[in-house]
């Protein structure tokens, strides 16, 4: 197998976790969305992905965080907060199709590792 397959394996494994943070986790959308971020997605970076995931992944952390605001952050409270002000005021429907995206991800992955 090569090194490749192993690697997105493991984005699987971390996207996985994070679709439960979204199904499991109590509150609103918003607050699913930052604990699979905060817990989970922010792991990941846009080269774990094939090329052809890379845009789609790529628009969900734009959509999560403003990263040319994203200050670098010494604790998991700091990164929270910066979150919450990046999602606050945003639309629901906004918010449901950032959820869909990161589901959409995962299954394409899924799809990739198969073939």
Known sequence: MSKNYESYKETCHILNQAIGALVI?????RIR????YVFHLFKLEVDDFP?????QFKW??????N???LKKYVYRGNLIDQ???S??????????RIAEAILDIRAR???YLEN
């Open 25 to 29: 986790h109590r509150g609103d959308i």
């Open 33 to 36: 969305l930052i604990n699979a």
């Open 51 to 55: 090329c052809e995931l890379r845009k």
């Open 60 to 65: 969900v952390k734009s959509q999560l965080i």
């Open 67 to 69: 990263e040319g605001r």
């Open 83 to 85: 979150l919450k002000r």
């Open 87 to 96: 999602l606050h005021g945003r639309r629901y429907k906004t918010l449901e």
């Open 109 to 111: 992955l899924g799809d």
